[in-house]
């Protein structure tokens, strides 16, 4: 949505409402989701993020189109800094776009099978390496290894249990009450704007 010129063809053939991932704000949070950095300096990157936001959200101003914003909490390695950052960054896009956007989903990451995160959970050298490479704090080892062992081989788990285990080895400076606080927290700062939650439209 960043490119007015897709936006403004996508108006043009119907387009009323655009779904908007929006991606942290904090630079590590952004190589830890594995995002595209074009710019190789981090904090450069993250202010282009953000300054892409802005341009999506004056965009879909200038064209009349509504957005529905999504945010995910978590990821390999989040502490508490990067979760504060990430919680302020998307509290500063809600803000900018009271005007556009008309509705918001705050959800705790839950690590699907296929997902780079669900590989993490269940392939502990990988999150190790990744984790090493970001400079970030997993669980130990064997903590790892044996949370990995209960998701080997099924197809078919407890998706709440999944994200419990997701942050007790792979985000261990957090806990799963203190994501919870934060998504209430984004969720509030909705209400206060009379930005709809979900997809209660």
Same mark, same amino acid.
């Given at each position: ?14 387009? =009323? ?5 929006? *991606? ?16 190789? *300096? ?8 953000? *300054? ?8 879909? =101003? ?29 509290? /500063? ?11 918001? *989903?705050?959800?705790?990451?839950? #690590?699907? #099978? ?9 392939? #502990? ?26 998701? =080997?081989?099924?197809?078919?788990? /407890? ?40 997809? /209660?439209?």
């Amino acid at each position: 949505m960043e490119k007015e010129q897709v936006l403004k063809a996508m108006q043009e053939i119907g387009f =009323r409402i655009l779904f908007v991932g929006v *991606d942290a704000g904090a630079s590590r949070s952004l190589q830890a989701l594995n995002k595209p950095l074009r710019n190789k *300096d981090p904090v450069a990157a993250a202010q282009r993020m953000v *300054d892409a936001n802005l341009r999506a959200l004056h965009n879909a =101003r200038a064209h009349g189109v509504a957005i529905k914003a999504g945010f995910v909490l978590g990821h390999l390695g989040m502490n508490k800094a990067l979760l504060d950052e990430n919680i302020e960054t998307y509290i /500063d896009f809600l803000k900018a776009g009271r005007d556009v956007i008309i509705s918001a *989903d705050i959800e705790l990451l839950s #690590p699907e #099978p296929g997902s780079k995160d669900f590989r993490y959970l269940t392939n #502990p050298d990988e999150a190790e390496t990744r984790a090493a490479q970001l400079g970030l704090a997993i669980g130990s080892r064997a903590l790892r290894q044996n949370v990995a062992e209960r998701y =080997r081989n099924i197809d078919i788990f /407890d998706r709440e249990t999944a994200i419990d285990d997701y942050v007790s080895v792979l985000m261990p400076e957090l806990s799963k009450e203190q994501l919870a606080i934060a998504r209430d927290q984004v969720r509030s700062e909705c209400n206060r704007l009379g930005i709809v939650i979900g997809d /209660d439209l």
